[in-house]
């Protein structure tokens, strides 16, 4: 193997452009960072990912990447990735443990990381009626009363869609108003199954092995009120993973790498991004491993062009 690649994130994007780039007998080290396997290690079961009829466990999903990777020699590492700096010749990666490393290429595949309301509950329900994802989780949710929280075109978004599941939607705002575009308001406000409460927050989430309902607050007064729902769904937004290259790479105003148009190719030769930290539209596992197989090609494409 005569090229060396650093991929930063173990999630599906981060796997795929590993097992891609190991299978062109390319030497790669994937940093796995504080989340290894990324977030469906923290998702239950994994019922939308092509392959699996009867569903995967997300932990187990990733275990078996993780395998398949390994199968063709692409090696695991626990260490932090502190600063990326570009060089004439390739790449210093400068470790929390094992110190600086010089790779010929990088793949950033550091994901985004959902915005939640920080409650101890919410933590401990995560992936038991607890979800930051509609689209993954909502077909769990049949025939029973569920609840989003948020006021954005994502929240509207996402309630809209639960209500293909639920028996009923809680939509749940802290003030009196949305921030959502005019067209999303009026067709969640035109959809029967939601139901708008304002000058609402949650408190606490409710239930032992799972959620059975929410303690809600008037932000206004303080007073507190139950409401029984099996579901909570969070619609405040992601953080894109990106602090690595703050200053490096161009970034949207949400935070997100700004690519080339159908490329993972960024601003910083031999430099590609892939996977959640620059898709904020779609955000499935199965994108985000599309995106992967993309970063890996785009970039064993590079490594012969530029260092045969």
Known sequence: MSHRVAVIGSGPAGMTAALYLSRANVAVDVYEGTQPGGQLTITTEV????GFPHGIMGPELMDNMRAQCSRFGAKFE???VEALTPRDEGFDLQLAVAGTQRFDAVILATGATARYLGLPNEKRLGGYGVSACATCDGFFFKDVPIAVVGGGDSAM???TFLTKFASEVHLLVRTDRLRASRIMQERAQKNPKIRFH???EVADVLGEDRVTGLRLR???DGSLRDLAVRGLFLAIGHT????????LLELDDAGYVRGEPDSSRTAVPGLF????VKDHVYRQ?????GSGCMAALDCERWLTATKA
Request: aromatic fraction near 6%.
């Open 78 to 80: 626990m260490d932090d």
């Open 273 to 276: 991004a892939c996977g959640d």
């Open 285 to 289: 596992a199965i994108t985000a491993a």
């Open 157 to 159: 978004e996402e309630a």
């Open 218 to 220: 008037d932000p206004r």
């Open 47 to 50: 019922d939308n990912f092509p």
């Open 240 to 247: 894109p993973n990106t602090s690595l290259v703050h200053g």
């Open 198 to 200: 304002w000058h609402t």
